[in-house]
């Protein structure tokens, strides 16, 4: 397994996790009284998309260069 797919998997379940803590903080009603973490919530899903977006176009450049680096594998 490549470091990129390692992290994509890491992407997914964090992606999961943060989520469901936004939809416990909404059906609590906890967005209005902790306000600040909510919206720190909503920025770390933007970054862990981000980062799942970039590990994504790296496997399709692999994958389009006909295998991946000996860097890549042992990483």
Request: glycine share 4%; charged share 25%.
């Amino acid at each position: 397994m490549t470091r990129h797919s390692r992290t994509l998997r890491f992407a997914s379940y964090s992606s999961t996790q943060v989520a469901a803590t936004i939809r416990r903080f909404e059906t609590t009603g906890m967005t209005s009284f902790t306000k600040d973490d909510y919206v720190a919530l909503h920025e770390l899903e933007a970054r862990i998309v981000a980062m799942r977006d970039k590990h994504v176009q790296a496997l399709a450049s692999l994958s389009s260069a006909g295998g991946q680096s000996p860097a890549a594998e042992s990483e």
